[in-house]
């Protein structure tokens, strides 16, 4: 008995036949009847979702960052950092009206943070603050003394976690970052 072999054609149309019989049983009415509690389901978590991706998006600085990213050095370069920068500084200052003392620490690294972040974006070189700090004229920020003296409590207590900071210290290191940021023409 002789076996013939069918043909790459006869095997695609064989193929198309079963993708025409499997498309016709997914859409048939029967199934999509039987489906759509599912459907409903899916569509009812796919807008809870998305709402809380508008709301998330909304509600963090990330639309911010991503969008204004983009635009704030074309049409606006310092109007969008500058505000940026400014709540920031106020996410400092308003770690000092906890009572916690880590939180003050925190403040104070912060805050040695933003201005040496500052320091860089304004073409300092140096790997860290300190060696920023001594690249800046008193001319451009009057109180460099006490600043370096306020990064240098800083860089205490990012290396000796038993620091005691009091509150009246933190504050004064804080004020001093606060002058040295208007000095720059940041507040």
Same mark, same amino acid.
């Given at each position: ?12 149309? %064989? ?20 489906l ?6 899916? /569509?009812?978590?796919?807008?809870? $979702?998305? #709402?809380?991706? /508008?709301?998330?998006t ?8 991503? $969008? ?12 969008? &950092?500058r ?44 790997d860290?603050?300190? &060696?920023?700090?001594?690249? %800046?004229?008193? &001319? &451009?920020?009057?109180?460099?003394d ?7 409590? #800083?860089?205490?207590?990012? !290396? ?16 001093? $970052?606060?002058? !040295? ?7």
């Amino acid at each position: 008995m002789l076996v013939v072999e069918p043909t790459a054609s006869e095997e695609f149309i %064989v193929f198309l036949g079963n993708v025409k019989t499997v498309l016709k049983w997914i859409l048939s009415p029967e199934l999509q009847r039987q489906l759509f509690p599912l459907k409903f389901v899916f /569509v009812i978590f796919g807008i809870g $979702f998305l #709402v809380m991706i /508008v709301y998330f998006t909304l509600k963090t600085s990330y639309m911010e960052w991503w $969008f204004m990213g983009f635009m704030k050095n074309f049409l606006f370069p310092k109007v969008f &950092e500058r505000k940026l920068l400014i709540r920031k500084w106020k996410k400092v200052k308003k770690g000092l009206q906890n009572e916690i003392p880590e939180r003050w620490k925190l403040s104070i690294i912060a805050g040695a943070n933003l201005i040496d972040k500052i320091l860089k974006d304004e073409g300092y070189a140096g790997d860290n603050l300190e &060696e920023r700090l001594r690249r %800046v004229d008193k &001319e &451009e920020i009057r109180n460099l003394d006490k600043l370096k003296e306020a990064q240098q409590i #800083v860089y205490n207590v990012t !290396s000796d976690p038993d620091y005691k900071l009091t509150k009246q210290k933190a504050e004064e290191v804080i004020d001093i $970052f606060e002058h !040295s940021l208007t000095d720059i023409g940041i507040l």
